[in-house]
């Protein structure tokens, strides 16, 4: 079965870096675009990047473009988030999602969530 | 960038009852883009509905969605306990963007 599993978090001061990764198992990998998604502390889903199946493409949500960095290795079946510049706004779950299909239009599977939280 | 409201905000019934969710687009959206999940608490959101109409894999039947253009309905024909939670609608936009609506919880009495 299809399982994603981020790692990663934790706290850290504004100005500062975190890298998240993601492993997955259960389907193949290098098939799929792959997503990141958030959630501030009782709020609502907040998309944040997505890359393409093969790494060649990469989107961002306007307020994370140019500190944050979405990757991947699919040798090793792994999805990364690198943030940089961290900001208060930034604290929240982060999940990694699977692409549907090959369109990516939608998120069929989720991770459990790994918390970041941005605070001196 | 495509803004989608959600109504209710809360909607509090009985199992049993039939349920519906709206979700409205400050623009038209081809149905393919629109998508609807359900989250409970502590857990990440579940994929319902993906191309407006079409249900993910193993959600039950009493799930369906529904609409076009710039209004769309996820209706629980009837509730069961395990559906409370909140309820989210998706959309895909050019750019690539993804959005997502803010919510509509739903309570059961």
């Known amino acids: 079965q299809v399982q994603l599993v981020e790692s990663g978090g934790g706290v850290v001061q504004p100005g500062g870096s975190l890298r998240l990764s993601c492993a997955a198992s259960?389907?193949?990998?290098?098939?799929?675009?792959m997503h990141w998604v958030r959630q501030a502390p009782g709020k609502g889903l907040e998309w944040v990047a997505v890359?393409?199946?093969?790494?060649?493409?990469?989107y961002y949500e306007d307020s994370v473009k140019g500190r944050f960095t979405i990757s991947r290795d699919n040798s090793k079946n792994t999805l990364y988030l690198q943030m940089n510049s961290l900001r208060a706004e930034d604290t929240a779950v982060y999940y990694c999602?699977?692409?549907?299909?090959?369109?990516?239009?939608?998120?069929?599977?989720w991770g459990q969530g790994t918390l970041v939280t941005v605070s001196s | 960038e495509i803004v989608l409201t959600q109504s209710p905000g809360t909607l509090s019934l009985s199992p049993g009852e039939r349920a519906s969710l709206s979700c409205r687009a400050s623009?038209?959206?081809?149905?393919?883009?629109l998508a609807w999940y359900q989250q409970k608490p502590g857990q990440a959101p579940r994929l319902l509905i993906y191309?407006?109409?079409s249900r993910a894999t193993g959600i039950p039947d009493r799930f369906s969605g529904s609409g076009s253009g710039t209004d769309f309905t996820l209706t629980i024909s009837r509730l069961e306990p395990e559906d409370f939670g909140v309820y989210y609608c998706?959309?895909?936009?050019?750019?690539?963007?993804?959005?997502f609506g803010q919510g509509t919880k739903l309570e059961i009495k």
């Open positions: 623009q038209s959206v081809s149905s393919s883009y």
């Open positions: 191309g407006a109409s």
């Open positions: 259960g389907f193949s990998f290098s098939s799929y675009g």
């Open positions: 999602a699977k692409g549907r299909d090959g369109h990516n239009y939608a998120f069929d599977y």
């Open positions: 890359i393409s199946y093969d790494g060649a493409n990469k």
């Open positions: 998706q959309q895909y936009g050019s750019s690539p963007m993804y959005t």
